[in-house]
């Protein structure tokens, strides 16, 4: 029964983002229903407790990153930086592989360090563009980018800096580089099969005479400007973006240590504020590299910049908020679900699955999936069965590196149902619904699933790592 009840939490949040209700509202009405039907005493423990205290704890953490990625993104699109690069873009490679290009962009951004959040504001002004002047139809955005930026640049690529490739070193004592052959091999298995089935898609639109479409929402502002930035003006704030990102990463831990602390009050005695630097620090460093990009846009593009300053960072700040509302919500319905009877239902009956590198997959892309999240699921899994995962794995000689890369992958597969924040985040950005365009991020979620297993396949018949 608790199994039920968390599966039908689950299902019903599920179904609601699906036909378009907001989760700030249904995620905690979802938790607290499963919570009333387990138990009825913990509903208004649960919800001030955990549920708040996760989200809240959430929007402490990211709600900057939301609003800086926001405003970046939308300077971008007002400067005409997005037409420049775009009309580049044509030149270099063809109307025909315009998806290609965004997904080449936000791969490019995201195996720099920049957060999947930011990339889905910035690149999407020229995802809008390009898609427009190739006529592609706007629903092929979000697959679009979910390709680019929630996949092999996420967790597949030895080196990324994505969280999600961070969080198996401190129980595996890997680092960022493990399994590289499996990484590459899993990376190229998904960008070759995930350009097939978006080509394929686009080519069945066009041969049922589908273009960009009509009566759309959050379309980017048309360049009100006189002659466009030459390219290189242009992407110049994409790649200080990252560069600065890099920089912050390794420069930050070195400045304030491994821990900092001050005095928040000249006066009285209050208690000093600790703060442990490595949690935050890649935090800060994507803060500062945004400041960075941004104070770039004004410099090189000033003028129409500050035209549409004012209403522009208007809509940018309210795309922030619901972004940064919606996934916050997530994360506390995610935490809520990970504490119930139910949830250690589906933790041991997953522990069951015999063979060691597909039990650790399931588990961990079934967790990331029940809870709307890669790295909260995979922390989910680690903590409670890295132990189990690392005693099968010394039994039948299969390397750390391999169960590293294994997790991460995994952690990206079935994290990317409806109810996940970051996908929640895209379709919002690019003003469509699931109806509309969730069918091919499922697509690539699927494509991104099967690639865990192709890994899998390829280590035990070649013993590559």
Not at 159 to 171: D, V, W
Request: hydrophobic residues 60%.
């Amino acid at each position: 029964m608790a199994f039920v009840i968390v599966l039908a939490a689950l299902c019903f949040l599920m179904y609601v983002a699906y036909r378009g209700h907001s989760v700030i509202l249904f995620a905690p009405v979802a938790a607290l229903g499963a919570v009333l039907l387990t138990d009825p005493s913990l509903v208004a423990p649960m919800f001030t407790g955990l549920f708040m205290d996760k989200m809240v704890g959430f929007l402490k953490l990211y709600f900057p990153v939301f609003l800086l990625g926001a405003v970046f993104g939308k300077l971008i699109e007002v400067s005409g930086f997005s037409k420049s690069i775009v009309a580049a873009t044509i030149r270099l490679l063809g109307r025909e592989r315009a998806m290609l290009s965004i997904v080449a962009v936000c791969a490019l951004l995201t195996y720099g360090g920049v957060s999947l959040f930011v990339v889905v504001f910035a690149v999407y002004p020229f995802a809008a563009e390009l898609f427009r002047q190739s006529d592609i139809p706007k629903r092929l955005i979000p697959g679009t980018i979910a390709l680019g930026a929630f996949t092999f640049t996420m967790d597949a690529l030895p080196g990324t800096p994505q969280i999600q490739n961070i969080i198996p070193t401190a129980f595996f004592g890997t680092d960022t580089w493990a399994a590289p052959w499996l990484g590459l091999i899993g990376g190229v298995f998904i960008l070759i099969v995930g350009l097939l089935y978006l080509n394929w898609r686009r080519r069945v639109a066009l041969r049922a005479g589908e273009g960009y479409g009509e009566n759309l929402i959050n379309e980017p502002a048309p360049f009100a400007g006189g002659r466009l930035a030459h390219p290189a003006v242009a992407i110049l704030p994409l790649l200080l973006v990252g560069i600065a990102n890099k920089a912050f990463s390794v420069w930050l831990p070195q400045v304030y240590g491994a821990q900092h602390r001050f005095d928040p009050a000249v006066i009285g005695d209050a208690a000093p504020v600790v703060q442990e630097v490595s949690k935050i620090a890649a935090i800060w460093a994507v803060e500062g590299a945004l400041l960075i990009g941004i104070a770039a846009v004004v410099v090189c593009a000033w003028k129409p910049v500050t035209a549409s300053f004012a209403e522009g960072s208007k809509a940018a700040i309210g795309g922030a908020l619901l972004a940064a509302m919606n996934t916050a919500s997530e994360y506390g319905f995610g935490a809520v679900i990970a504490a119930l009877p139910g949830f250690l239902v589906v933790a041991n009956a997953l522990a069951a699955i015999p063979n060691p590198l597909v039990n650790e997959a399931v588990t961990v892309t079934a967790l990331a999936g029940i809870t709307g999240s890669a790295s909260g699921g995979m922390s989910i899994a680690l903590a409670a069965m890295a132990d189990s995962f690392i005693a099968n794995a010394n039994a039948a000689g299969i390397p750390m590196e391999v169960l590293h890369r294994v997790a991460a992958m995994a952690s990206g597969g079935m994290d990317t149902l409806p109810h996940n924040g970051a996908v929640i985040t895209l379709l919002a950005v690019t003003g469509l619904t699931h109806r509309q365009a969730y069918k091919d991020v499922f697509a690539i979620t699927l494509i991104k699933t099967m690639a865990v297993f192709v890994v899998i396949g390829v280590f035990y018949a070649t013993g590559v790592v």
